[in-house]
């Protein structure tokens, strides 16, 4: 028999480490399992969120939104700067550092909340009197633990193309696309969702000629429908992307230094392109192929997806999954939230998630964000509802920041006047749509929005402004 433990987690991304925490506080004897390394080849917690996604891509994103402001934006501002240049090397070790320092930040954190680290690939091998048999292989060896519970967040892959895989040179998944050592000429991204408009954005504020192939006849087809009408006029005209919509691609080849794209478009009309990079951004897959689920019996839906009730707990008694491998959106603080109404759960206590106040971020120029239903959604529904709306450009905050584009829209029910979505476009739609979340956790209303004292000048005011446009009041539009 080897170590034992209350609570066995596979896998530290933000839904595993955090579970993880959780269940520590909650007096329970856990172990937190990961495999990830880094390019050095060292552990390195926090999974991909941490290590290729969400963090190194904002850290990106602010370096490539400096550069353009530079080079670009202030001399609106009476700013004028004479020989600018770039550092592609010194910008990403400063990506690297900010990645380490978070990465080691949860090595502390596990330390001070006596949760135990184990590096290795982690998965079933039995059930017993003990609980559950994880065999944890690493660099060290083989190791076979039990748990009494199992909490599965081993998170998602990239998707790849058929017959084109990977080689993070010429055809790039999210990691080839945030570690590039210098700006490709022609770069191409195949897939217009969130990775996709995010590395693409990144890319060519830095000076690449890009272009996106959406294989799809609508652009943002999740966001609202005149979210994504404004998102695409900004991201095809003042960003400067080019972006085909309905482009299925039909072949993918390599020389030594290109990469060439043959794709047809909706009317059947075949296309050639050629990059000096290309990234494959057409979405992610679970990460379960590596758990040996059938040792335990552990069930799988059609895609790969572990099966969870509404609460993640599985077919198999005290096993858990939460985060990319279930159900719902694959986001970051999604799978946080899981992880701690799972440790809470096995605590004995009642975890609980709000699926339908999940906020949903994409950090492009103007950001987008929303939570809730969008219109459309509402009128297949056959929900009778509200709109109110107000642009940015009617905004003083906006004006002085010089960030004009985009509006920010509340739907709120005609009959009862409570919120049912709210969708942002515009600077800082990130931090905005806090404000919509608490206000939707709480039931409020458009009108309680519009009766709450709002900062002057600020762009928390737009919000304000939306909701007194519900009842088709608004100041200053």
């Known amino acids: 028999m080897g170590k034992q433990f209350d609570v066995a987690v596979i896998g530290a991304g933000p839904g595993g480490y955090v579970a993880a925490i959780r269940a520590s506080q909650l007096g329970l004897n ?24 969400c963090i190194p891509s904002k850290a990106l994103l602010e370096s490539s939104e400096n550069y353009e402001r530079l080079t670009h934006k202030f001399e609106d501002h009476g700013i004028s700067v004479k020989g600018v240049s770039l550092d592609v090397a010194k910008m990403q070790a400063r990506k690297e550092k900010i990645v380490d320092t978070f990465t080691m930040g949860i090595t502390l954190l596990f330390k001070k909340n006596k949760v135990a680290s184990m590096h290795g690939h982690g998965r079933f091998v039995g059930h017993g009197e003990a609980g559950y048999q994880i065999e944890v292989a690493g660099d060290a060896g083989t190791e076979v633990i039990d748990a009494r519970n199992v909490i599965i967040a081993t998170g998602s ?11 993070n040179d ?13 700006v490709p000429k022609r770069l191409g991204v195949i897939g217009g969702g969130v990775i996709g408009l995010e590395m693409g954005s990144v890319w060519r504020r830095l000076g690449s000629d890009v272009t996106i192939l959406e294989a799809l006849p609508a652009f943002l087809a999740a966001a609202d429908e005149q979210i994504a009408k404004e998102a695409y006029r900004a991201f095809s005209g003042p960003v400067g992307l080019k972006i085909y919509l309905s482009a299925k691609v039909t072949s993918v080849t390599t020389t030594k230094t290109l990469v060439k ?4 478009d909706r009317e059947g009309k075949r296309h050639r392109a050629e990059f000096d990079r290309l990234v494959v951004a057409i979405g992610r897959i679970p990460n379960t192929g590596g758990l040996n689920c059938e040792a335990v019996g552990l069930e799988l839906d059609e895609r790969g997806y572990v099966k969870v009730d509404d609460r993640c707990h599985t077919n198999l008694p005290n096993v858990f999954a939460i985060g990319d491998v279930v159900r719902g959106p694959m986001l970051a603080h999604k799978s946080s939230e899981e992880g701690v109404a799972v440790a809470e759960t ?18 492009t120029t103007p950001e987008i964000a929303w939570v809730g239903k969008t219109e459309q959604e509402l009128k297949a529904q056959g929900i009778e509802y509200k709109a109110g709306q107000f642009p940015f450009i009617a905004s003083g905050r906006a004006r002085a920041l010089g960030e004009t584009a985009g509006f920010v829209k509340m739907l709120a029910d005609a009959r009862t006047d409570r919120i049912l979505g709210v969708h942002i476009i515009g600077p800082f739609a990130s931090e905005l749509i806090s404000e919509a979340v608490v206000a939707m956790e709480f039931s409020a209303t458009s009108e ?11 762009l928390s005011e737009a919000m304000h402004e939306a909701a007194l446009g519900v009842a088709g009041r608004p100041l200053n539009i």
């Open 30 to 53: 856990v172990v937190c399992i990961d495999e990830w390394k880094n390019a050095a080849g060292k552990p390195a917690l926090g999974g991909t969120c941490l290590n290729v996604g």
């Open 346 to 363: 096995i605590a004995g206590q009642v975890g609980h998630v709000s699926f339908d106040t999940i906020p949903w971020v994409i950090y």
């Open 170 to 182: 010429l055809i790039c998944d999210n990691i080839g696309a945030l570690s590039f050592d210098k």
């Open 157 to 167: 892959v990239p998707r790849a193309l058929p017959g084109v895989p990977f080689d």
């Open 448 to 458: 309680d929005i519009a009766r709450i004292v709002h900062a002057h000048p600020s």
């Open 261 to 264: 794209v043959e794709y047809e």
